[in-house]
Nanobody
Framework: VQVVESGGGSVETGGSLTLTCVLS????????MGWFRQAPGKAREGVAT???????EYADSVQGRFTISADNSKNTLWLPMNSLNTEHTALYSC???????????????????????WGQGTQVTVSS
């Protein structure tokens, strides 16, 4: 099982980036998956998730700026991010969990379980 993220980078305030996550080795057609981030000195938090039922949730801080989408046949997840500001600077990681019973907001807040695989993360840096 492998999770690989890409698409991070450095942009100025107001810029855009699109993150991509590719899952491989999963036997589940649609695991609960999503994007999570961790800024320096802060705990990891959910950004945008798509659970096993297809329900999508966003953190309040990114609502209207970020749009998560998934291609279940390719086990690929995207996160176009617009109108970035310095508060969005963080390491963004893709997490997927085919075993979790968490759905909707609970999965956004709780994230994948302890045995779920994570990618290495992709750094997003927004400068003023």
């Amino acid at each position: 099982v492998q999770v690989v993220e890409s698409g991070g980078g450095s942009v100025e305030t107001g810029g855009s980036l699109t993150l991509t996550c590719v899952l491989s080795g999963f036997t589940s057609n649609h695991p609960s998956m999503g994007w999570f981030r961790q800024a320096p000195g802060k705990a990891r938090e959910g950004v945008a998730t798509s659970d096993a039922d297809g329900d999508i949730e966003y953190a309040d801080s990114v609502q209207g700026r970020f749009t998560i989408s998934a291609d279940n046949s390719k086990n690929t997840l995207w996160l176009p991010m617009n109108s970035l500001n310095t508060e969005h600077t963080a390491l963004y990681s893709c997490g997927a969990d085919p075993w979790t019973r968490l759905r909707g907001r609970a999965f956004l807040l709780g994230g994948p379980g302890e045995f779920a695989p994570w990618g290495q993360g992709t750094q997003v840096t927004v400068s003023s």
